[in-house]
């Protein structure tokens, strides 16, 4: 049994496959949007900044998806040459970056509708459960940090 259990952490090389997979594939998607970007530009679109703003979203997306797929492969697979920040030692710390990067797109996707022009009313319904979500993130790495 402990033989079968020890080689069952390679199950999760599915999951690191699919989520590079969705990487490679969302990558793709932000270069189609960046070509999006540059027509708006080229034709003075007032939605150029929106559509920068929206492919900014995508690239973060794909880093997710790769730093989930690089995290879960170092966690039960085994040990990678990445960057030091990049170093994951425990399942908390994946959650923490994908918390970071969460945010970072929520914070985004707020200055979207914001430059869509929305009602002010939404505007601030949004950006409280924006604050919310984040501050909820913020706390939890906090608790988790001063737990270790």
Known sequence: MRSILERSRYVVQV??????????????????????????????DDVAIVKLLQTVDVFL???????????????????LTTPAWLEINDLGALKT??????????AINFVELLVAGRDAIDLVLIAGGIALVGATLVALTFARDRGH
């Not at 590079?20 to 003075?44: E, H, P």
């Not at 970056?97 to 929520?106: A, E, H, I, Q, R």
């Open 61 to 79: 997306l794909a880093t997710v998806l790769l730093i989930m797929a690089l995290g879960l492969y170092e966690l039960f697979v085994g040990e």
């Open 15 to 44: 999951a690191v496959a699919s989520l590079l997979v969705a990487a490679i594939a969302a990558i793709g998607w932000g270069v189609v949007k960046t070509f999006r970007f540059v027509s708006a530009v080229v034709s003075d």
């Open 97 to 106: 970056k994908l918390g970071d990067v969460v945010v970072l797109v929520l």
